[in-house]
């Protein structure tokens, strides 16, 4: 019996024991969508709900051996980038995508530049800023939340202006989540490349409560979409609808932030 090939993301991400974020999130994010996930850990945590305490790097060697093992046999079309946990494993994967895109130049790169825990704990070993670098050049997408934007265009003012310098620092486009708002919705901003505003808007009621993993959630799920073929303009429709529902169905597992139920399929919130 011959049975149904699925579409499969390369997820470079560092290890959540908590299971709140990081690989684990991507996993189950992707697998919603109707793709498969290839984790590559970067980075194993020590971290609970709440907190982030220590970060532990994977050697890059290991990381770039299991990437290129992967790709050697599965068709990737798609790859995820969460936390690097410091600059070498940045360049090092940034090469790798370089190398892999003159095989497959329409490759899709979306970059979820995690600058510390949503508690803002640290989960680089090196200057963030500096470590994340190498994957905004080689980014297709780009998701910041308000905090990471202002931090990655500190020059500029305003979420337009500091989205607009991200866009004419890189060759990506940009989806600010607006979570960290002070507005009742949650507003999230398209901007793309050929553009200098915002080309689309998406408003959703802003949920009660904390949630841990919800910018894995939503960059994976991008991953997920155009892995299976979705557009990107859809692609980043169909996963804020996932994400939301994701988190309105969302559980505790002990006092502090909640988890995501991320294992619905995306279908069930169209």
Not at 33 to 51: E, R, W
Request: charge should be negative.
């Amino acid at each position: 019996m011959t049975r149904a090939q699925r579409p499969c993301v390369l997820v470079f991400a560092g290890h959540d024991p908590s299971g709140g974020a990081g690989i684990q999130a991507d996993i189950e994010a992707i697998a919603a969508q109707g793709a498969h996930a290839l984790p590559v850990i970067t980075a194993l945590t020590v971290q609970d709900n709440d907190h982030a305490y220590a970060v532990h790097a994977v050697d890059a060697q290991i990381i770039l051996q299991q990437a290129m093992t992967l790709v050697a046999k599965i068709p990737v079309s798609v790859v995820k980038i969460g936390i690097v946990a410091h600059k070498k494993n940045a360049a090092a994967i940034a090469r790798f995508i370089e190398q892999l895109r003159q095989k497959r130049p329409q490759l899709h790169v979306i970059v979820d530049p995690v600058l510390g825990s949503g508690q803002g704990d640290r989960l680089s070993l090196d200057d963030a800023i500096e470590a994340i670098q190498p994957l905004l050049s080689v980014a297709t997408l780009i998701t910041p939340n308000l905090p990471e934007l202002s931090r990655l265009s500190a020059s500029a003012d305003g979420v337009d202006a500091q989205a607009q310098a991200l866009l004419l620092s890189t060759s990506a486009d940009v989806l600010v989540k607006g979570g960290h708002g002070c507005e009742d919705q949650v507003r999230n901003s398209w901007y793309q490349t050929q553009h200098l505003q915002a080309t689309q808007e998406w408003r959703w009621p802003k949920l009660a409560g904390e949630f841990h993993g919800s910018g894995c959630t939503l960059a994976s799920a991008i991953a997920g979409r155009l892995a299976m073929g979705d557009s990107l303009p859809r692609a980043l429709d169909q996963a804020q609808r996932y994400t939301q529902a994701s988190l309105a169905h969302a559980y505790a597992i002990a006092p502090g932030q909640l988890i995501p139920q991320r294992e619905r399929r995306n279908d069930q919130y169209d």
